[in-house]
T-cell receptor
Framework: AQRVTQPEKLLSVFKGAPVELKCNYS??????LFWYVQYSRQRLQLLLR??SRESIKGFTADLNKGETSFHLKKPFAQEEDSAMYYC????????????FGKGTMLLVSP | DAGVTQSPTHLIKTRGQQVTLRCSPI?????VSWYQQVLGQGPQFIFQ???????GRGNFPDRFSARQFPNYSSELNVNALLLGDSALYLC??????????????FGPGTRLTVL
């Protein structure tokens, strides 16, 4: 069975501090990993996916198959980064369904 | 394009009742997926439809059913409502339902409260 674990419910940092949101997964095949973000009063939206290897809004995430992790990182947090972040995995049936973690709330204080 | 739209926004039902939630995908998208998000949890996959056919089903009881119409809009039906069905129901659309992942675009959700 596939599973996504986000160990932290809440991560609180000061503006300018580095951020790392942890995500570990369990999947027997070759998964696709994603980070979704939900800002206050907005809908869930894709932040980045591992195969793109992009940096979006200063965030990066590297898939570590050995540690089965896909941690989200940003060197200098901004107040506008405050949001709910969900790690998600696509696999299994081969169709584009997603298995989400429980989410981590990131609060960036001035 | 307004993006994925869902109706109604909020809904209050009592135990044992039935509910129908509606979703309109982004124009040109042929795949619709439904997710349930209980408070404090991440979204959990319920169904995926593509070209009016069910392509995937999550671990939900048979009280949950869905369908997709020729215009690619979709309905999610839940019968014999339980208190535990109280949740935010999310609809997501993508351009295809093939084996390669296509980005899913989420709607604002329908908040269902069961009393």
């Amino acid at each position: 069975a596939q599973r996504v674990t986000q160990p932290e419910k809440l991560l609180s940092v000061f503006k300018g501090a580095p951020v790392e949101l942890k995500c570990n997964y369990s999947y027997s095949g070759s998964p696709e990993l994603f980070w979704y973000v939900q800002y206050s009063r907005q809908r869930l939206q894709l932040l980045l996916r591992h195969i793109s290897r992009e940096s979006i809004k200063g965030f990066t995430a590297d898939l570590n198959k050995g540690e089965t992790s896909f941690h989200l990182k940003k060197p200098f947090a901004q107040e506008e980064d405050s949001a709910m972040y969900y790690c998600a995995l696509s696999g299994g049936s081969g169709y584009s369904t997603l298995t989400f973690g429980k989410g981590t709330m990131l609060l960036v204080s001035p | 394009d307004a993006g994925v739209t869902q109706s109604p926004t909020h809904l209050i039902k009592t135990r044992g009742q039935q509910v129908t939630l509606r979703c309109s995908p982004i124009s040109g998208h042929k795949s619709v997926s439904w997710y349930q998000q209980v408070l404090g949890q991440g979204p959990q996959f319920i169904f995926q439809y593509y070209e009016k056919e069910e392509r995937g089903r999550g671990n939900f009881p048979d009280r949950f059913s869905a369908r997709q119409f020729p215009n690619y809009s979709s309905e999610l039906n839940v019968n014999a409502l339980l208190l535990g069905d109280s949740a935010l129901y999310l609809c997501a659309s993508s351009s295809s339902g093939g084996e390669n992942y296509n980005e899913q675009f989420f709607g604002p959700g329908t908040r269902l409260t069961v009393l």
